[in-house]
């Protein structure tokens, strides 16, 4: 069972708010990411990591920002939310090797009103 | 640039009946292909990967797949479906050497009793 862990976990903000998703892993992996969902759809990749002070933007462009300060923890920031930030957010680490699969947190859930 | 095309939204099927789920990617260099599942409200969970080596590959839960190089597909199988397969699986592909793993839209799975 993957030892990597998201809170809060459900999140109900309103616009204007400063909020931090946590995520914290226990693998000592290097590497990790910040993905974003719709219920039910698509992956999108909007952070990554490839270890202690490095952070890089995926794919999709997004307002939050990361920072990784030490190797098991990896927050995102978003410094003024609005209901366009309403979404999951799945936080995953993988081993150093580019041969190694994602281990994912259970996501959380934000909704900004 | 890599991708991966899941041209199924949903599919279903009888419990007891073999189950296909179809994905084909495109990529410069070799692939590395996933297959992760995720149940509702949860994160994804790893099924299982193709690296190199045998084209079949078996994974989790009764679940195989098969590397098809030709055809750049990589379908995810089972010989007999149970009804708590029902689930939202996604294939994933990432270019041998690379960082970034790239995700299907999902293919919902519904198994009828």
């Known amino acids: 069972e993957a030892d990597i862990y998201q809170t809060p976990r459900y999140l109900v903000i309103g616009t204007g708010k400063k909020i931090t998703l946590e995520c914290s892993q226990t693998?000592?992996?290097?590497?990790m990411y910040w993905y974003q969902q719709d219920p039910g759809m698509e992956l999108h990749l909007i952070h990554y990591?490839?270890?202690?002070?490095?952070?890089e933007k995926g794919d999709l462009s997004s307002e939050s920002t990361v920072s990784r300060i030490r190797t098991e923890h990896f927050p995102l920031t978003l410094e003024s939310a609005r209901p366009s930030h309403t979404s999951q957010y799945l936080c995953?680490?993988?081993?150093?090797?580019?041969?190694?699969?994602?281990?994912f947190g259970e996501g959380s859930r934000l909704t900004v009103l | 640039a890599q991708s991966v095309a899941q041209p199924e939204d949903q599919v279903n099927v009888a419990e007891g009946n073999p189950l296909t789920v179809k994905c084909t990617y495109s990529?410069?260099?070799?692939?590395?292909l996933f297959w992760y599942v995720q149940y509702p409200n949860r994160g994804l969970q790893f099924l299982l990967k193709?690296?190199?080596?045998?084209?079949l590959v078996k994974g989790s839960y009764g679940f195989e797949a098969e590397f098809n190089k030709s055809q750049t597909s990589f379908h995810l199988k089972k010989p007999s479906a149970i009804v708590s397969d029902s689930a939202l699986y996604f294939c994933?592909?990432?270019?041998?050497?690379?960082?970034?793993?790239?995700f299907g839209a999902g293919t919902r799975l519904f198994v009828k009793a």
């Open positions: 990529v410069s260099g070799n692939p590395y």
């Open positions: 193709y690296i190199t080596g045998d084209n």
């Open positions: 994933a592909v990432r270019e041998g050497g690379g960082f970034k793993t790239i």
């Open positions: 995953a680490s993988s081993e150093r090797s580019s041969t190694g699969e994602l281990f």
């Open positions: 990591s490839y270890g202690v002070n490095s952070t």
């Open positions: 693998m000592g992996h290097d590497k």
